[in-house]
């Protein structure tokens, strides 16, 4: 049976599944200094058509909190969007890692930031007693499941720029927006304005690993030292890195990201049928957020199913990944029109 809790849910995907294991033969110099390493470095600086700074750490909190602390010092703040992953799910680890620096929340529709709540939050103050604004961090796909237009990134980025702010994007579904709106990796980031990007590869179909890309290099001066006292530096790094080898070979990350973002849209018009079913957002990415009635989550779950129902704005969550089946999607539905009927 497969769950709709997360696209943390899946398994590693063949491709990646197979670089892992070629990389599992003899010995390697380690801590990074291996071909698999350099290899997927260059792959990623391919294909974001620039020569970039490339770090692989174990998971998507870590590749956050030590991005963003390395472009803080302690007197800092980073601005983001009140329903952010920094703010609601990673336990203090922003501000753990940058010793400090606060976390400055603002609203906007449909989970994202504008120029103008942006503008209003670096416009709150400007005394020496509140902490000085110095980033702002965009989460694509958004934590609600809605995207960035390059356009908007462009137009944030230049308003940060302009007050001397760096812009971070924090991409754990990355690749699912690169598929869902047709764009190439580089118009989503550094074209735009981006300075500093992780780029999520656990829920591509990775066993595990997140890529902090610099776009500008002068930001990453010491992040190699972060890495290493936060616990990040894989000492057999190659398998944090041939993985991405696999999906990395064909744009084969795109694929996946494009048919678990065609798995949402298959559930989405499903459940334009289903009595009682309220989409609470615009299903641009791999997620789908809907309001159900009581009776109806709670049958769900005496049947089998997992989703969670405390992410975002509220509402019910079900995210779809590389694997998700449409024979899966399609059961789900089904006990979702039986539910309803009955709630009725």
Request: net charge negative.
């Amino acid at each position: 049976m497969q769950h709709f809790a997360s696209d943390n849910y899946a398994g590693i995907c063949p491709e990646a599944l197979q670089a892992l294991l070629a990389a599992n033969a003899g010995h390697a110099p380690s801590y990074g200094d291996d071909e698999w390493t350099r290899q997927a470095s260059d792959r990623l600086r391919d294909l974001f058509a620039t020569d970039c700074d490339v770090y692989f750490v174990f998971n998507g909190t870590a590749a956050n909190s030590l991005a963003l602390a390395s472009l803080c010092q302690s007197y800092h703040s980073v601005i983001c969007h009140e329903l952010a992953h920094v703010e609601t799910d990673e336990c203090g680890g922003p501000e753990f890692f940058s010793n400090g620096s606060k976390l400055l929340l603002a609203k906007g529709e449909d989970g994202k930031l504008t120029p103008e709540t942006v503008r209003e939050v670096i416009s709150r103050r400007n005394d020496i007693h509140y902490p000085k604004p110095h980033v702002v961090t965009l989460t694509q796909a958004t934590e609600v499941g809605t995207l960035y237009r390059p356009t908007e990134i462009a137009a944030i980025a230049e308003l940060a720029h302009h007050f001397g702010l760096r812009v971070h994007m924090d991409g754990a579904r990355f690749a699912n927006a690169v598929a869902s709106l047709d764009v190439t990796p580089a118009d989503l980031t550094w074209r735009a304005g981006v300075d500093v990007l992780c780029f999520g590869g656990t829920k591509m179909g990775l066993p595990m690993g997140e890529a902090v890309i610099f776009f500008d290099r002068a930001l990453s001066e010491d992040f190699a030292w972060r890495c290493k006292q936060a616990g990040q530096l894989a000492s057999k790094m190659r398998f944090l890195a041939a993985p991405w080898l696999g999906i990395l070979e064909g744009e084969i990350w795109r694929r996946h990201a494009g048919h678990a973002n065609a798995m949402a849209q298959r559930l989405a018009i499903g459940l334009a049928s289903v009595p009682g079913a309220n989409l609470l957002f615009p299903v641009e990415a791999n997620g789908v957020f809907v309001v159900l009635p009581r009776s109806v989550q709670d049958g769900l779950r005496v049947r089998g199913w997992r989703f969670y129902t405390f992410i975002g704005a509220g509402g019910a969550r079900f995210m779809c990944a590389w694997d998700t089946r449409p024979e899966s999607v399609d059961a789900l539905l089904a006990d979702l029109r039986e539910l309803s009927a009955q709630a009725d």
